[in-house]
């Protein structure tokens, strides 16, 4: 497979339907789930030159995809519905909290370096 190849598969990739998926129709709610998708590619190539032969060759590919919410279409209404990454608000507490300690602790160092030199 050549780099243009590989660069006219993941054309494919791309596509709309990968973000917006299948309409979902309860009575009289519809729901249309959305994604949020990553993809990237390599590429590479290679030379002979001298008398040894070389070559060379190369190519990659890479997609992800995650949930990012849904749209909510209710009586000719539609509102956006955002998907909760608990992954990220669990990681972001644990910074938020590591940071607050460290401040408290540097506070207190603080706190009591200025009451011994105040002692002497």
Excluded: C
């Amino acid at each position: 497979m050549d780099i243009m190849e590989l660069v006219e598969k993941t054309k494919d990739g791309a596509t709309v339907q990968r973000v917006f998926g299948e309409p979902i129709t309860q009575g009289d709610v519809t729901v249309i789930p959305v994604a949020r998708i990553a993809q990237g590619g390599g590429g590479g190539g290679g030379k002979s030159e001298g008398e040894s032969p070389s070559q060379g060759s190369g190519g990659g590919y890479g997609l992800g995809a995650s949930p990012a919410g849904v749209y909510v279409i209710k009586n000719g209404e539609v509102r956006w519905q955002p998907a909760i990454d608990v992954n990220r608000i669990v990681l972001g507490g644990q910074v938020v909290a590591v940071v607050l300690l460290l401040t408290i602790r540097a506070v207190v160092k603080r706190w009591r370096k200025g009451r011994r030199s105040g002692r002497r």
